[in-house]
């Protein structure tokens, strides 16, 4: 049994150094990358944000260290669709006053390679002729099939890793419209994981959606 456990072993340390060199090939890269939890009410749901938007990606990791998301809510919510989520109160911030929507843009990090899968993570925004992103407000998609027609409009900036069945839950709770009828708070964590751990633990759905080294 420990000579099979061992070889077991071997085995899940080899295919993470070959997906770890084949991810970094003619690159150079961190060796860490960050993990992001948001807890709820129904479980935890598990996402990776992309190297290549880079804005979106250190602006996300900076509100959530500060504690912006913790007790925001998914405040729309529309089932085969999407969940959104991350309005954020900035009244303690010199020159605010609303949420952020609207309030302050980060500019569109919008990639054709980039889409609309079933569980991508983007950035919501309201219409504007550059696209450009709200500060906070993030969705991800809920729909196997994807919701391409929203391809290249908006920035897809992650990707949903674990928690699908977070994600269903979610969708299924009752609604007054779009809004869920109990407020679904989040809480965000984030943390700094080394890349050969995280293909060891997702394999190829981490090198494929972190796809910023093609």
């Known amino acids: 049994m420990k000579r099979i456990n061992i ?8 295919v993470a150094a070959i997906g770890l060199s084949s991810f970094s090939k003619g690159k150079k890269y961190s060796k860490y990358d960050y993990l992001i939890t948001i807890s709820t009410s129904f479980g935890d749901m598990k996402l990776i944000l992309f190297d290549d938007t880079p804005i979106h990606k250190e602006n996300f990791i900076r509100l959530a260290k500060e504690g912006k998301y913790n007790g925001s809510l998914f405040h729309r919510v529309i089932k085969n669709f999407m969940i959104q989520g991350g309005a954020i109160d900035h009244s303690d911030e010199p020159g ?3 949420l952020s929507f609207e309030a302050r843009t980060l500019p569109n990090e919008i990639m054709d390679k980039h889409k ?25 998609v ?13 920035t897809v900036f992650g990707q949903l890793m674990v928690g699908y069945d977070v994600l269903a839950k979610i969708v299924n ?3 007054n419209g779009s809004s869920p009828k109990k407020p679904i ?18 394999g190829n759905e981490y090198t494929r959606f972190q ?4």
């Not at 809920?142 to 908006?154: E, V």
């Open 185 to 202: 708070k989040m809480m965000v964590k984030v943390e700094k994981v080394k890349r050969a751990n995280l293909i060891k633990f997702y």
């Open 96 to 98: 605010w006053d609303t």
């Open 116 to 140: 609309h899968g079933y569980g991508a993570v983007a950035a919501a925004r309201v219409e504007n002729p550059d696209k450009r992103s709200d500060i906070s407000q993030f969705y991800i």
């Open 173 to 175: 709770q009752p609604l």
């Open 7 to 14: 070889l077991v072993l071997a085995l899940l340390l080899a």
């Open 211 to 214: 796809s910023h080294n093609e």
């Open 142 to 154: 809920d729909n196997p099939a994807g919701t391409h027609f929203l391809d290249n409009k908006y």
